[in-house]
């Protein structure tokens, strides 16, 4: 008989997708839906109970299309059968894109290099894309303007003022005002020339709650006219509180997260 409190730990990372109109954000709360529920769920009835670390904890509506959960097993778990298992269990709305081994220890927020947001805006946004994107004029921001245009010069230059390292507090949620210092990497928009939409790329090594969603509000401030083109510079420099737009929990998708090479063997498609 195998003694399995001598096993060592295996560390496992889950790459999954989801709709988060569909749930109350990711962090399990009593009664109400969310992505861990659903998830720790999902692989309690594939046999694994195991304490979970996510790489972004998204807010209420965010969507993801390469968020990464990670957890320590002592079984050997096979990351195809796996995966098919979770989406077998788990609810409309998440989907496992895939299982990974790590080669050794790993935590999914610790050990991320660095972490992709995008976030469409539209004025208006197109209908197909009612619940993934901000949609103006919006009755709770810039409702007196009838016919909204957003200027994709004024919103670069806005953003642009976000990229390097800065103390991030006044755009923190209210509290919190520790570990505020951040580094984001890029600030892009992305128009498209078929419609008004826009879509507003930020990627750093972590962010503070709230952080992208005040920035992107504030450079749509910015871009219609209702706060200075230096807004994000002045803010960073003054570090004062945000009392501004904060974009809606639904146009933000969290992309993409990056780990160091090696970190995590490549599944069998990637492999061929």
């Known amino acids: 008989m195998v003694n399995l409190a001598r096993v060592q730990r295996r560390f496992y990372a889950v790459e999954i997708a989801y709709e988060g109109g569909r749930f109350r954000g990711f962090q399990r709360q009593p009664g109400l839906p969310t992505i861990q529920g659903a998830l720790e769920e999902a692989l309690a009835a594939a046999g694994v109970r195991a304490p979970l670390a996510v790489a972004a904890r998204t807010d209420a509506g965010v969507h993801a299309l390469g968020q990464v959960v990670s957890f320590a097993a002592r079984a050997d778990l096979h990351p195809d059968t796996l995966r098919r298992a979770l989406n077998a269990a788990l609810p409309e709305g998440i989907v496992a894109l895939a299982v990974r081994r790590a080669t050794g220890p790993f935590h999914a927020r610790a050990d991320a290099l660095s972490r992709t947001y995008v976030y469409l805006v539209g ?5 197909a894309l009612e619940g993934f994107a901000w949609s103006l004029p919006d009755p709770r921001a810039f409702a007196d303007l009838p016919r909204p245009v957003l200027d994709p010069g004024l919103l670069r230059a806005c953003l642009a003022d976000a990229v390097g390292t800065h103390d991030f507090r006044a755009f923190a949620r209210p509290g919190e005002q520790r570990g505020t210092i951040r580094t984001v990497t890029r600030a892009e928009v992305v128009s498209a020339g078929w419609a008004p939409l826009h879509a507003l790329v930020i990627e750093g090594r972590g962010f503070l709650r709230a952080m992208v969603r005040n920035l992107v509000g504030t450079a749509v401030a910015a871009s219609v006219g209702r706060a200075p083109p230096d807004a994000i510079r002045a803010l960073l420099a003054a570090g004062a509180r945000y009392r501004g737009v904060r974009a809606p929990g639904w146009g933000l998708t969290l992309a993409r997260v990056t780990y160091p090479p ?10 061929r």
């Open 262 to 271: 090696g970190r995590l063997e490549r599944d069998a498609a990637e492999a």
């Open 123 to 127: 004025a208006p946004a197109p209908t």
